[in-house]
């Protein structure tokens, strides 16, 4: 067995800080110890903790592609003690990060389909991954769709990845607000994501799709997926429980016999359902 | 190994005792303390007591302290810098006195620390623990350790196992190596086996239902009124896991004195409100019934599913410590009649 305390972060320099959306910050972190750079791998889907040491750990997930290799970036909303802490962090300060934890989307499988992204708030970063993944590996998927929806236009995050989205043809981005939260100037729909997928009503032939946001929104994301003609098994997400240790110990994001940090955080639909309503 | 048995008379104790503590190990045993009994570090044996059913805490904090500095570290303008865990600084620790409950008790907090990723923390100070236990003479109505696959003469997990006999004198089995180098401290004092039978020596602990009567039901039970009722009393204050041998349950945070401080991991309890809150104020787990039945499920359920171990070993502390009186014992055996 390994001989290395579990416990101890990798020490990252924060290279680069991006202002996302009012309170939520991108950190590109780079690794101080060579070695542990040349060492390290992870998969799309998968998360860390990051810490700012003498303030605590608070767990995200990797918000940057595999397919870009050298760093690695996280995007958080400043919310409680840690990630206030890290909202103070300025580019060159020294965090801690222990992972990559947890399992990954299975984008292997998925090689040959259609993907349909859907994806409320700040719940596009545990998103980004695994689409820079498709997009940086495009000739492996057939249509690429993205559904993005955000209280209000301020709250968009990654606006500037969302203009290269726009701008490409070979992906289909439709962003929404909901109702009273567009600008005179806004482009996209305007409308809860449910309602504009409903509209939009993309094919589910040969197609997974990827769902990512608040209970409330996956709570009514779903019926029209499967209205759509999307199955069970043909519907992922990512749970973000609150978690302590990430690999299974500390008991916080045990959910039926599930951990959340082992077995997940990516679920199928039909793996979620056969688990007890507690994540 | 095969168990070997011998006999200790009861004037040899105190000379064992010494020899270990002579031998540099760290010795800790049952000392009273105003109305409490624990593990602590004794002087000489005249201050280690026999008169406890168990102690008032159990035997794990030696694995799995209530605070473990997971490492030191040190702020400057420059940066951070880490201080690794010591862990060749972990001394040899004897635990006399253990209660055979609390010597299963490790079996399955060492498979929460091993399953798929080592602790090394946790897995390096159990190695580095000889586990000298002591039959139960005396039960209480709390005990119910035959009912989760254990018995008050039970040698798993010890190292060594002493029974007093009617004589007052001691039956010792001889467990594992690190039993053997004990042994080897004072090989004199381990005499020729008696012939008294260990049964009828120990403490009668009737059994009330079986553990795997309670993971059938508590499976096919998950929705039911049953959680809400046994609950309804329950303050949430977490003392239960806190006493618990198999709790492993924890938290970890940030400890700062002024520049210094230490990343420490301390237990906490899944009966506790803010165990699962989330950031946006959901909580998976809103309610004190729904929180009840977590603790219940994992132990009789999730670690028998996913680790091959119950999370329970009948010690009954629980129950005693329970400052609104839920009793484990009577909850279970009204859940394995359902």
């Known amino acids: ?279 | 190994m095969t168990i070997e048995k011998y006999l200790v008379k009861k004037t040899s104790l105190p000379v064992l005792f010494d020899k270990i503590k002579a031998s540099g190990k760290v010795v800790k045993a049952p000392k009273k303390k105003s109305h409490t009994t624990d593990f602590a570090d004794v002087a000489s044996f005249s201050e280690v007591t026999d008169d406890y059913i168990v102690t008032t805490q159990s035997a794990k904090s030696v694995a799995f302290p209530r605070v473990e500095k997971l490492f030191n570290y040190v702020k400057s303008k420059d940066g951070v810098q880490i201080t690794d865990y010591a862990l060749n600084a972990i001394p040899e620790v004897v635990m006399w006195g253990v209660r055979p409950c609390d010597a299963a008790g490790f079996d399955p907090l060492n498979a929460i620390f091993t399953w798929d990723i080592n602790d090394v923390i946790f897995t390096t100070k159990l190695k580095k623990t000889t586990i000298i236990g002591f039959s139960c003479q005396n039960a209480d109505e709390n005990c119910f350790c035959t009912s989760v696959g254990g018995n008050p003469g039970s040698t798993q997990g010890s190292d060594i196992l002493f029974t007093k006999l009617s004589s007052g004198d001691y039956l010792a089995e001889v467990i594992s190596e690190k039993g053997k180098a004990i042994q080897a401290l004072a090989p004199e004092l381990f005499e020729a086996a008696p012939s008294e039978d260990k049964e009828q020596n120990l403490a009668k602990v009737d059994v009330k239902f079986t553990k795997e009567i309670i993971k059938e039901k508590v499976d096919k039970y998950f929705e039911s009124d049953v959680w809400k009722e046994q609950a309804q009393r329950c303050i949430g204050c977490g003392t239960c896991a806190f006493v618990c041998p198999t709790c492993a349950c924890f938290d970890i945070q940030d400890e700062n004195h002024g520049k210094n401080g230490h990343r420490i991991r301390t237990w906490d309890s899944c009966c506790f409100s803010q165990f699962t809150l989330h950031t946006s104020g959901h909580n998976p787990r809103p309610t004190q019934d729904r929180r009840w039945r977590q603790r219940i499920m994992h132990k009789f359920s999730y670690m028998p599913d996913r680790i091959n171990v119950y999370g329970c070993v009948g010690c009954g502390r629980c129950s005693r410590a329970c400052p609104v009186d839920m009793n484990i014992a009577e909850h279970l055996t009204n859940i394995s009649k359902m």
Do not use: H
């Open chain 1, 1 to 279: 067995m390994e001989e290395k305390n579990i416990y101890k972060p990798y020490l990252m320099r924060v290279e680069k800080i991006t202002l996302e959306a009012p309170g939520v910050r991108t950190f590109r972190l780079k690794f101080e110890n060579e070695e542990e750079a040349n060492a390290f791998e992870f998969k799309a889907g998968q998360f860390g903790e990051y810490s700012v040491i003498g303030e605590g750990e608070s767990t995200f997930c990797i918000a940057s592609s595999p397919t870009r290799k050298g760093y690695i970036e996280c995007t958080y909303r400043e919310a409680g003690r840690v990630t206030s802490a890290l909202a103070k962090c300025e580019e060159g300060d020294v965090v801690g990060f222990r992972g990559p934890y947890g399992n990954t989307f299975p984008i292997d499988e998925w090689k040959g389909k259609s993907l349909l992204f859907i994806a409320g708030g700040i719940a596009l970063p545990p998103m980004r991954c695994v689409i820079w993944n498709a997009l940086d590996t495009r000739e492996n998927f057939k249509d690429v769709t993205i559904l993005y929806g955000a209280k209000n236009v301020g709250d968009l995050v990654y606006k500037n990845e969302l203009a290269d989205w726009e701008a490409r043809p070979d992906v289909k981005l439709i962003t929404t607000v909901d109702p009273g939260g567009q600008t005179p100037d806004w482009k996209g729909e305007v409308g809860f994501v449910p309602a504009v997928l409903e509209k939009a009503a993309p094919s589910s032939e040969n197609t997974v799709a990827i769902v990512c946001g608040p209970p409330i929104m996956i709570k009514f994301t779903l019926p029209v997926l499967e209205k759509l003609g999307f199955t069970e098994d043909t519907i992922y997400t990512t749970l973000e429980n609150r978690m302590k240790c990430g690999f299974g110990k500390c008991g916080r994001c045990n959910c039926g016999p599930v951990y959340v940090c082992k077995d997940g955080p990516v679920f199928s639909y039909k793996q979620l359902k056969a688990l007890p309503d507690e994540y």
